[in-house]
């Protein structure tokens, strides 16, 4: 009998120990633990934008659109498939970014020229025109390093209209430098330079260009020059030692804006390419 009540005694023992152990037993109270808090894991710096703009311009307004576009790979001597001087590509397809640095142009979707990554450098203009330079990155039409550049002019298309009555005397217009981006060497050997100085004489009447004056400097060459008379006030041709980009621009007859893209030789830093923006009044 004493046996008996010793086995009944274990088991009891036995159950509570189990019952204890399932509950937690032997706490401070029974109540449950509080879980440790959990630290939330960093939140994610965003990645660095793919294209960076230098400076600011407000996009242009017009439809069609005037574009001169020099790409990297002009000479002095051989324009490429992608050297343009025209008045007539859609507004659609001219896409800017917010501080106005134009990545994309293009005369049709078949046919867009698109900077990918990189920065756009010497961005400028007033609603008129915009400038800027593509460089230390890629586009679809190929790479550059931070010593070259495909370089651009969009604005608003205005067509200089001859005037053939040979009672009316010509009246002449003087174009002065307003805006430009630094000149690079196709190259690449160079740091980009900067334009000294930038003429023209347009001939209002005859709507041809009279004369180009352009004098830069990069690397060792202090004052390299190209000088153009007599020729055509739009389109890209090659003559007289360089190669141009020539398209009137902004929003009066009288006061042209006059777009210049140039791939031009230099005594010492090979072909240099660029674009400058004359007001001529």
Not at 69 to 92: C, D, M, R, W, Y
């Amino acid at each position: 009998m004493q046996n008996k009540i010793k086995l009944t005694l274990s088991a009891i023992s036995v159950a509570s120990l189990l019952a204890l152990a399932a509950c937690g037993g032997g706490g401070d109270g029974g109540g449950s633990s509080t879980p440790a808090a959990v630290t939330p894991a960093p939140t994610p710096a965003p990645p660095p934008p793919t294209i960076v703009v230098q400076g600011s311009a407000p996009t242009v307004t017009a439809d069609p659109m005037a574009v001169v576009f020099v790409p990297q790979t002009e000479t002095s001597t051989k324009s490429v498939l992608q050297s343009i001087a025209s008045n007539t590509f859609p507004g659609s397809l001219q896409k800017a970014t917010a501080e106005g640095g134009y990545k994309q142009i293009g005369i049709d979707a078949n046919s867009l020229i698109s900077l990918t990554t990189g920065k756009i450098v010497d961005v400028a203009g007033n609603g008129d025109f915009a400038i800027g330079r593509w460089t230390d990155g890629s586009s679809t039409i190929g790479s550059f390093s931070v010593n070259q550049g495909a370089h651009y002019v969009v604005g608003k298309p205005l067509k200089l209209v001859p005037d053939l009555n040979p009672l009316i005397p010509d009246t002449k217009a003087t174009c002065s430098l307003i805006a430009s981006t630094s000149p690079t060497a196709v190259s690449g050997n160079f740091a980009p330079g900067k334009v000294n100085s930038a003429t023209a004489v347009v001939s209002l009447k005859f709507a041809s260009l009279d004369s180009l004056s352009i004098d830069l400097a990069i690397g060792s060459d202090a004052h390299a020059t190209a000088n153009a008379t007599a020729t055509a006030l739009e389109g890209v041709l090659q003559s007289q030692g360089f190669m141009r980009h020539v398209e009137t621009m902004g929003t009066s007859q009288t006061k042209p804006l006059l777009a210049i893209g140039y791939a031009m030789p230099t005594p010492s830093s090979g072909d240099v390419t660029g674009v400058v923006v004359l007001k001529c009044q």
